[in-house]
Structure formats: structure tokens, C-alpha cells
């Protein structure tokens, strides 16, 4: 087997039992923090934690990754999620909300870490074609995800045999996943101080020396001078809150409709099959007609994602084929979102800012994401799930105008750099 095989077979590998960690316990997380607290909206808080904790880790990650490698970055990425479930479980058995949504956003940093997994991905693959190599290890997921949320029931039965809050025991199977994925991690070969990308028979360096690393605020320079790369973090950013957004409640939302346990894990399973399913298929898709396209058929899946959930909102009783199929295709948006953003980015910045960038995006991305949280339970107690569907109109509204205007500045660039070719002739 190729290096560039095994490196992506242990990414896989770890993204798997990340996959699974962190949907183990994603279905309870909200109703913990509401059983805690007795109130609907810390809720959205619970979500929020964890997502605020990928967005503080995220570049601090990608900078350890810059300095010491994408093992010893993702490594200490799970590992610190492992800690986090335990301090999660701490929480809930002494009933003390500030120690449980500690916990929680320690538990985030295995998500930063998983996103971060992408990108080492992209590092073994031909730089003209990242989106394969960064959907398959994004796919990973899949598994693990689809699995995670089944574990809620039985989870909650282990739970409560060994005398804990049921809703207690997904966040047991989370532990032990997040470890064993930081294991897997460990396995990657070492970097020294950089990394290469094969481009048939040379090797190009792809990340800057020590020395000659950016800044933070040389890097948001750059990106903010540059409308593609602006752009593609804007895609990502909007679709992790759009997703958020509507994801952090429909369990909740369920809860109210008196849906039970199980039926929260199979709507939850569908969303994050969405999510990762295809993402082989938009990663080719990504590479063979560029990123761009990616992002708009994104954008035409959220609409459709919108609309149901709004129509849903309007029936006398939520309808659970609708809420299936609108989950999915919000995971399936965001997917889209994910990988074309994500491509974009990569293909749009210099190798010396790509790192920094990525880690800025992803920072950014869970912090957005993160805000969309701490309103969602409020958004559900004042109108309801049509709110929440309503705020998400409104993020992908935001995504097209960027949209709009990255493409009249690209043209706008690319008319004057013809204009210099022919005055130079």
C-alpha cells in the first residue's frame, strides 16, 4: 500500500470513531441541558458549547499542525474530546450546568479535530484535486455518524444499569469513540516541518518554513484582498449555520411533539447520512467543474430544505416522512457547502497562507455556527420551528449575495488583466 493510501486509510480510520462519538451523543446533548437547567432554551446552549469549543480549538490546531504536524494536532484534537465526554458525564451526575457545558465544549474539540482531518487529507493529494481526496475522508463519517445516533437507546439503558441519568450513557459510547480515535491518529507518520504534495515526479513544499509563517493578522489581510477565498469561507461559514441552526433543535422540536427516543435517533441518522454520503460524488463533482457549481446546487438543496421545514411548521402536528427528508437534504446542503467551500479555498490561496486560512476558516465556521445555537432555543420558544427555518432562509440569503459579488469582482479582475494583455501587445 502507497504512503498516500495508508495516511488516507488512518484518517478514514479516525474520522470513523469521531463520526460516531460525536453523533453518540448529539440526539441527548440538548435534553441534558434542558433536564439540567428546566429551561427549553439552554437548549440551544448545549449545541452551542460544543460548536464554540471546535471554533476556539480550530486554529490554535491548524497553527500546532503548521508547527509540529497534522498527527501530533490530531491527536491531541481527540484526545482532548476524550476528556471532555468524561467531564460531560461528571457534569450530569452532579447536576452542574456550568461544569456540563464545560465538558461540552471540550468535547468540540473533536469535532475541529475531524474537520481538521479533511485538510490533511488534501495534503497527499495532486493540489489540482483536492475534493477527492478531502470527500473521502470526509465520507468516514458516514459510518460512524449513522451509527452514532443508534447508539442513543441503548446508550441510555447502559446508562441507567449503572445507575446514571439514561440520557448520560450516549456520552459513554462517545468517550470510548473519541479514543480510539486519538489512537488512530497517533498512528500517522510524523512531520517534521513540512508537507509535501506529489505532483508527478517532484514534490512541492506546501507549507511555509517555521520562520516563515504568517500571522493571524497578515493571514486575514490576505484573505479579505482576495474575493474567491473570502467566498469560499463565507460558503462554509453559512452553511455550518444554516445547519446548526436547524439541526440543534429538531430533536428538541421532536421532544415537544412527543416523539419518542427512537424515533429522534432515526431522524438525526438520516440528517448525518445526508451529510456525508455523497460527498464522494461532490468532491468529484467539485474537481471536474469546479467548486462554484458545487456551492450553487448546495444552495438550490437549502431552499428545498427551508421550504419544507417551514411547510412542516404549518401542519397542526410535525409530520415525520417531512422531517426525514428535509433533515437530509439540510445534511446534504451542507455537505455541498463543506466541500466546495472547502475546495475553493485550497484552490484559491498561495501554499504559504493555505493552513493558517484553513484553521481560520474552521475557527470561524463553529463560531458562526456557535451563534446560530445560543438563539436557537429562544428562536423555538417564540415562534417555533417556523423561526428557526426562517433564520435560516435568511443565512442562505446572506451566502447568495456574497455569491453575487464574488463573481462580479472575478469577472471585474479578470477583464482588467485582459485589458493589461492587450495594452501590453
Avoid at 120 to 128: I, K, L, Q, V
Wanted: hydrophobic share 50%; net charge positive; glycine share 10%.
Amino acid at each position: 500500500m502507497s504512503s498516500q493510501k495508508l495516511t488516507l486509510a488512518k484518517l478514514f480510520t479516525a474520522q470513523l470513531f469521531s463520526g460516531a462519538g460525536i453523533a453518540s451523543g448529539y440526539a441527548v446533548g440538548g435534553l441534558l441541558a434542558e433536564q439540567i437547567s428546566g429551561k427549553t432554551a439552554m437548549a440551544g446552549f448545549a449545541q452551542m458549547s460544543v460548536i464554540l469549543g471546535a471554533g476556539l480549538v480550530a486554529y490554535p490546531l491548524s497553527t500546532l499542525a503548521s508547527r509540529y504536524g497534522r498527527r501530533t494536532a490530531l491527536t491531541l484534537g481527540f484526545g482532548t474530546g476524550t476528556l471532555g465526554a468524561a467531564i460531560v458525564l461528571t457534569g450530569v451526575a452532579v447536576g452542574f450546568l456550568p461544569l456540563f457545558m464545560f465538558g461540552m465544549m471540550l468535547c468540540g474539540s473533536s469535532t475541529a479535530a475531524g474537520l481538521q482531518a479533511r485538510y490533511a487529507a488534501s495534503d497527499t493529494a495532486n493540489p489540482a484535486k483536492p475534493g477527492q481526496a478531502m470527500s473521502i475522508v470526509i465520507w468516514a463519517t458516514t459510518v460512524g455518524s449513522v451509527l452514532g445516533p443508534n447508539f442513543t437507546e441503548p446508550g441510555s439503558r447502559m446508562g441507567d444499569a449503572l445507575g446514571m441519568n439514561p440520557l448520560a450513557g450516549p456520552y459513554l459510547i462517545s468517550m470510548g469513540c473519541f479514543a480510539l480515535a486519538a489512537a488512530a491518529a497517533f498512528t500517522l507518520t510524523p512531520e517534521r516541518h513540512a508537507l509535501t504534495h506529489p505532483t508527478g515526479d517532484q514534490e512541492t513544499t506546501a507549507r511555509s518554513a517555521p520562520q516563515d509563517r504568517p500571522r493571524f493578522g497578515e493571514a486575514l489581510r490576505y484573505l479579505l484582498s482576495q474575493p474567491l477565498a473570502r467566498y469560499a469561507v463565507i460558503t462554509v461559514i453559512t452553511g455550518q449555520m444554516i445547519m446548526t441552526n436547524v439541526m440543534v433543535m429538531t430533536p428538541v422540536h421532536m421532544d415537544h411533539q412527543e416523539f419518542d427516543l427512537t424515533a429522534v435517533g432515526i431522524v438525526v441518522s438520516i440528517h448525518i447520512l445526508g451529510m456525508y454520503v455523497f460527498s464522494p460524488v461532490f468532491g468529484w463533482m467539485s474537481d471536474k467543474w469546479g467548486p462554484r457549481a458545487v456551492i450553487t446546487a448546495g444552495a438550490v438543496v437549502y431552499t428545498v430544505t427551508v421550504a419544507l421545514g417551514i411547510y412542516d411548521s404549518l401542519l397542526p402536528t410535525s409530520n415525520f416522512a417531512i422531517l426525514n427528508v428535509a433533515l437530509f437534504l439540510l445534511g446534504v446542503g451542507w455537505s455541498m457547502f463543506l466541500i466546495g467551500g472547502s475546495s475553493l479555498l485550497v484552490k484559491s490561496v498561495n501554499d504559504r497562507m493555505r493552513v493558517p486560512l484553513q484553521g481560520m476558516s474552521d475557527s470561524a465556521m463553529n463560531l458562526g455556527g456557535a451563534l446560530m445555537a445560543a438563539f436557537a432555543g429562544t428562536a423555538l420558544q417564540l415562534g417555533g420551528f417556523f423561526l428557526i427555518n426562517v433564520l435560516a432562509a435568511v443565512v442562505l440569503l446572506v451566502n447568495i449575495v456574497f455569491a453575487l459579488l464574488a463573481r462580479r469582482r472575478s469577472q471585474a479582475s479578470a477583464e482588467a488583466r485582459e485589458t493589461i494583455s492587450a495594452t501590453a501587445r
